[in-house]
């Protein structure tokens, strides 16, 4: 069961008050919010590379430890 399911989960028992399980959507709202930003991020980077000819293998998934390095100059590069 992912970390979202359990949360979900969670939330579902009677013993939170509106309050707790307020809080809890909001917190986990924001994590999700955070996980796409930065998914859109690598993908944007993935998808300039191949663009620019690269291969697609250690780069998506990010399995080449120089992937990583690279996107991370990519991001500074691009402000993101």
Do not use: C, N
Not at 4 to 16: E, N, P
Request: hydrophobic share 40%.
């Amino acid at each position: 069961m992912s970390k979202a399911a359990k949360v979900v989960a969670a939330l579902k028992v009677d013993d939170l008050t509106e309050r707790q399980a307020r809080a809890e959507h909001k917190r986990l709202s924001d994590e999700i919010a955070e996980e796409a930003f930065e998914m859109t991020a690598f993908e944007d980077f993935v998808a300039e590379q191949v663009d620019r000819g690269h291969g697609i293998y250690g780069l998506y998934p990010p399995t080449a430890e120089q992937t990583m390095v690279d996107f991370a100059a990519w991001r500074k590069m691009k402000g993101r």
